[in-house]
């Protein structure tokens, strides 16, 4: 019925332009992002426009440089903005603060149609209110007492200076409202709600009233948001026809949870947009865990798209209406996908190569004129590495110090005096066998070479191989050593080796000097 009711309308529609307009009290969150990125998707795959809008009526509640956070946020996961703060466009300001003198020209209209009253109750009046209404076990509602009250006690009360806020007078709506997502929805909302706030005594508007009249002048087509403003939209709907105004479409997303089904918070550190951009992840796997759960597309996977894929396959008929459980772990795997990808772009394999070489740099982990930071060898390690890690980063892990490292070698740790010599003779003939392999150094050529030394030298494959593995890597588990020796290449390789034999010789001396008897 109503997947009938958007194709109807978008095809009497001469433009389609969205809004994304956060309050910046803090850093871009998981469910927010989605907003932002269904809107986005849904302007551009009808060839429309996406407009930024900064909601700071609430100054009490204002985060200092929070909204050039968020609008960097936004243009790091791609998603680009036709009008707003920064790009400008007919509208600005597109800053709610600095539009106040919209709000006031608006606010006179209504009080002239008395539509809205001065209501001077106080913050304790209503208050108890709340407290009343929450011991009978019903919803908490303004009362509408000061809708009620003479014209000659306002007057009494604004000679006495008796601060008082601006509310909107609704009226009963038996009519029923389409929902792009939900489909029809029903609310009288004057039996469920107190006539609302307009305008603050501060003199700043509420969400409500400023939202409703910035929606109208910026040409505000469709409003998506999410499921929980449903509940206001009547209000909201109220309020163009008290203006005598056509509202635009409205659609809602449905809850985004946490895995164990609870809300998501913002103290949650791993909702946090700035959290998965910090640590490495690259934007298109952040836009991939907030698509793969709610729906929203005619193909079933949104797994390794990039953000203009997804305009391609953005279907509003298609969001799921059921809240959906958010699985964060699952980036790691959408990361890897991308990882995968940008290797086999020789562009974007560049910028891999440098990021590695800067994060090494960065991270102390090696000096800039280590040969273990070649092009070539970062190249080599990005490829080996593709089925282990899912983060570049994960290459400075303590698993993966050996690519970067020479391990500390201890002979007395894993030699016994009694095979020193055997031992040292079996990594002597080693480097012989991996330098005579010359150009026909692969891990089938290496593993091959190394499985004939211990018959020669009469020891057990298992000591040997421990033996090995500590040299080239320090590590008691991990890749195969001739995985190892592959990846670090000859010259690396031996020369590690060689240090091992050296060290083994030169405790053998020392043991055996007249001074140690």
């Known amino acids: 019925m109503w997947t009938y009711s958007i194709r109807r309308y978008l095809s009497t529609q001469c433009h389609v332009r969205v809004r994304f307009a956060p309050s910046p009290t803090g850093i871009l969150h998981l469910g927010g992002l989605r907003t932002a990125l269904y809107n986005y998707l849904f302007a551009k795959s009808h060839d429309g426009k996406f407009l930024l809008r900064i909601e700071d009526t609430d100054q009490v509640r204002l985060v200092p440089g929070a909204m050039e956070k968020l609008t960097d946020i936004l243009s790091w996961v791609g998603i680009q903005v036709d009008e707003g703060p920064v790009d400008g466009g007919r509208y600005a300001p597109y800053v709610q603060s600095l539009r106040l003198n919209h709000y006031q020209q608006y606010i006179k209209k209504l009080e002239e149609s008395g539509m809205v009253y001065k209501c001077f109750c106080t913050t304790k009046r209503l208050e108890l209110l709340r407290k009343e209404a929450g011991r009978r076990g019903e919803v908490p509602k303004y009362d509408n007492k000061c809708r009620h009250i003479s014209d000659s006690d306002v007057a009494n009360k604004l000679k006495d200076r008796i601060p008082y806020v601006l509310r909107f007078k609704l009226e009963p709506y038996e009519e029923a409202w389409q929902d792009l997502v939900y489909g029809p929805i029903h609310q009288n909302i004057a039996e469920v709600e107190g006539d609302p706030v307009l305008v603050k005594a501060d003199g ?10 910035d929606d109208h002048l910026m040409d505000i087509s469709h409003v998506l948001r999410g499921v929980e403003w449903q509940a206001s939209t009547t209000k909201h709907i109220l309020l163009y026809k008290a203006f005598g105004w056509t509202p635009p479409q409205f659609g809602h997303l449905p809850l985004i949870l946490n895995r164990d089904g609870s809300k998501l918070s913002k103290r ?38 990039t953000i203009e894929e997804l305009v391609k396959h953005f279907s509003l008929e298609k969001v799921r209406t059921q809240s959906t459980r958010l699985e964060v772990a699952r980036i790691n ?30 991270s102390k982990t090696l000096t800039s004129g280590d040969d273990l930071l070649s092009q070539e060898y970062l190249h080599c390690v990005l490829d080996w590495s593709l089925l282990r890690i899912h983060l570049l980063e994960d290459l400075l892990k303590s698993e993966f110090r050996f690519v970067w490292h020479s391990p500390s070698f201890d002979s007395k740790a894993v030699v016994s005096s009694e095979s020193k010599d055997n031992l040292n003779s079996a990594l002597r003939m080693t480097i012989s066998a991996l330098q005579d392999l010359n150009n026909s150094f692969t891990q089938t050529n290496i593993g091959a070479a190394l499985k004939q030394i211990p018959k020669q030298h009469k020891l057990k494959v298992g000591d040997y191989m421990k033996l090995l593995r500590t040299v080239i890597s320090g590590l008691k588990q991990g890749p195969g050593v001739a995985e190892m020796i592959a990846l670090l290449g000859c010259s690396r390789s031996v020369h590690r080796l060689e240090t091992a034999v050296n060290h083994i010789e030169r405790t053998s001396h020392a043991e055996n000097s007249p001074e140690s008897m």
């Open 333 to 362: 795997e959408f990361n890897r996908i991308h990882l995968t990808t940008k290797l086999q772009n020789i562009g974007d394999r560049q910028q891999l190569v440098d990021r590695l070489h800067s994060l090494l740099i960065t």
């Open 268 to 305: 949650q550190n791993d909702i946090h947009v700035e959290h998965f951009r910090e640590r490495g992840y690259f934007p298109e796997s952040v836009l991939n865990l907030i698509t793969y759960i709610g729906g929203g597309f005619d193909v079933r996977e949104t797994s390794g798209m």
């Open 204 to 213: 700043f508007p509420t969400y409500h009233f400023a939202n409703v009249v």
